[in-house]
């Protein structure tokens, strides 16, 4: 996982705490922002699942914690329904000044109503997704139903929700009855998903209703049957990610990924600003080599000499494979483990310098069957014979020409 911790200020100048989750195997090709539950923070175990979903499908995941909750700055009791879509703002707005612009909003539970207020005001915003949301804000007011009358004579009064107690203030009370999110949902013409589970004892699913039909096409919408309304089951949370990170990429900007074409087995190419992250096509197959980060690399792909390695490697399973079948003897399965470094040189003629160090590969071969000595020395004798082997050991040479 490649997760860092990052920090941006809201309107008031409160720094609110983030994690930004970036894909382990290539730059982020679109960046989301991640919305969560009320009174929840960015570290529950659905928010993370998601987030890491949609970084496996190359997106960039900002998830951070509103005003006056988890590690951000400012009280939660100051803190309204508008104030949450300001702090969705702002995270735009750093993603904006320090990386790109987020194109896609995910917001779960009331967070799923913010992302919609959000995204009239952001431009960048391609695709939205809800999980769980009301259809209009006021709907939390029941989670402190048995409170209400005392916030709105007292002007605050203590709740306890999910086990913690917050002060709400009647200011919170007034911003939620005042937002109307149908008549937002019918003003945007950005794509919609709407996740919710029928069984949603929290929001029901009539909200779920009542946003896709106020919403404009392109709309979509996926039940989560089974699941509880925070996706307490891994499998939910993981499920509901890897759906929003396919339905999504339909509505984003790809960038466009110019196919490697060449007559030879091989091909590598690589642009002037990508550092050393090398874009190959292997015969009819795709990957990417890169260096480790230590070497300045971004650690996208394999090192030249890894994929050197990983041939050695290969080459000699398939060939010991080859010869134990035609031998019928009983192998169920052969590992080869293959490192590469510089060693000094042992007993080279060639080598005028005693420090003189030469390129080596060890290799450790694993066999699991039921074979005897004699037939354990006779396989190893026939690592030695693979292809690549042998190619590594002979005279070579590279024919350079111009294209």
């Given at each position: 996982?490649?997760?860092?911790?990052?920090?941006?200020?809201?309107?008031d100048?409160?720094?609110l705490?983030?994690?930004?989750?970036?894909?382990?195997?290539q730059?982020?090709?679109?960046f989301?922002?991640?919305a969560?539950?009320?009174?929840?923070?960015k570290?529950?175990?659905?928010?993370?699942?998601i987030?890491?979903?949609?970084?496996?499908?190359?997106?960039?995941v900002?998830r951070?914690?509103f005003?006056?909750?988890?590690?951000s700055?400012?009280?939660?009791?100051d803190s309204n329904?508008?104030g949450?879509?300001d702090?969705?703002?702002?995270?735009?707005?750093?993603?904006a000044d320090n990386?790109?612009?987020?194109?896609l909003?995910?917001?779960?539970s009331l967070g799923?109503?913010a992302?919609?207020m959000?995204?009239?005001?952001?431009e960048?915003?391609k695709?939205?997704?809800?999980?769980g949301a009301?259809?209009?804000?006021?709907?939390?007011?029941h989670?402190?139903?048995?409170?209400?009358?005392?916030i709105k004579?007292?002007?605050?009064?203590?709740?306890?929700?999910g086990?913690r107690?917050?002060t709400?203030?009647?200011?919170f009370?007034?911003?939620?009855?005042?937002t109307?999110l149908s008549e937002?949902a019918k003003?945007?013409?950005?794509a919609?998903?709407v996740?919710?589970s029928?069984?949603?004892?929290?929001?029901g699913?009539?909200?779920?209703e009542e946003i896709?039909?106020?919403s404009?096409?392109p709309k979509?919408?996926?039940s989560?049957?089974?699941?509880?309304?925070?996706l307490?089951?891994?499998e939910d949370?993981q499920?509901?990610?890897?759906?929003i990170?396919?339905?999504?990429?339909?509505?984003?900007?790809?960038?466009?990924?110019?196919?490697?074409?060449?007559?030879h087995?091989v091909?590598?190419?690589?642009?002037?600003?990508?550092?050393?992250?090398?874009?190959?096509k292997l015969?009819?197959?795709?990957?990417?080599?890169?260096?480790?980060?230590?070497?300045g690399?971004?650690?996208?792909?394999p090192s030249p000499?890894e994929?050197?390695s990983a041939?050695?490697?290969?080459?000699?399973?398939m060939?010991?494979q080859m010869?134990?079948?035609r031998?019928q003897?009983?192998?169920?399965?052969v590992?080869v483990?293959?490192?590469?470094?510089k060693?000094?040189?042992q007993?080279?003629?060639?080598?005028d310098?005693?420090?003189?160090?030469?390129?080596?590969?060890?290799?450790?071969?694993?066999?699991?069957?039921d074979l005897?000595?004699?037939?354990?020395k006779r396989?190893?004798q026939?690592?030695?014979?693979c292809?690549?082997h042998r190619?590594?050991?002979?005279?070579?040479?590279i024919?350079?020409?111009?294209?």
């Amino acid at each position: 996982m490649n997760i860092q911790k990052v920090n941006f200020l809201n309107g008031d100048g409160e720094k609110l705490s983030g994690r930004l989750e970036l894909p382990i195997d290539q730059h982020p090709h679109n960046f989301a922002i991640f919305a969560h539950c009320f009174t929840c923070t960015k570290n529950l175990s659905a928010v993370k699942n998601i987030s890491r979903a949609l970084t496996s499908n190359g997106f960039g995941v900002l998830r951070f914690d509103f005003t006056g909750l988890g590690e951000s700055e400012g009280e939660f009791a100051d803190s309204n329904f508008s104030g949450n879509v300001d702090d969705l703002i702002y995270a735009s707005n750093y993603l904006a000044d320090n990386y790109r612009s987020p194109s896609l909003l995910v917001g779960h539970s009331l967070g799923g109503a913010a992302v919609i207020m959000a995204a009239r005001k952001i431009e960048s915003i391609k695709a939205i997704a809800t999980i769980g949301a009301p259809s209009n804000p006021d709907h939390v007011k029941h989670l402190f139903s048995n409170s209400l009358e005392e916030i709105k004579t007292s002007g605050k009064a203590r709740v306890n929700l999910g086990g913690r107690e917050f002060t709400i203030k009647k200011q919170f009370i007034d911003d939620i009855e005042k937002t109307t999110l149908s008549e937002v949902a019918k003003s945007l013409r950005k794509a919609i998903m709407v996740m919710h589970s029928p069984q949603d004892q929290i929001v029901g699913i009539s909200n779920a209703e009542e946003i896709y039909k106020a919403s404009h096409h392109p709309k979509s919408f996926v039940s989560l049957d089974g699941a509880d309304h925070l996706l307490s089951n891994k499998e939910d949370s993981q499920y509901a990610g890897s759906v929003i990170s396919e339905w999504a990429i339909r509505y984003v900007d790809m960038p466009k990924e110019e196919m490697l074409d060449s007559d030879h087995q091989v091909v590598a190419s690589l642009d002037g600003d990508d550092g050393f992250t090398t874009q190959m096509k292997l015969g009819r197959h795709y990957l990417v080599a890169d260096e480790p980060k230590s070497y300045g690399g971004n650690d996208f792909g394999p090192s030249p000499y890894e994929l050197v390695s990983a041939g050695l490697s290969a080459c000699t399973v398939m060939t010991i494979q080859m010869y134990v079948k035609r031998k019928q003897w009983d192998l169920t399965n052969v590992e080869v483990h293959t490192s590469y470094g510089k060693t000094h040189a042992q007993d080279c003629e060639r080598c005028d310098d005693s420090e003189q160090k030469i390129d080596t590969f060890e290799r450790k071969i694993k066999l699991e069957g039921d074979l005897d000595d004699k037939q354990i020395k006779r396989i190893l004798q026939i690592a030695n014979k693979c292809p690549v082997h042998r190619t590594l050991h002979s005279e070579t040479q590279i024919l350079t020409t111009l294209l």
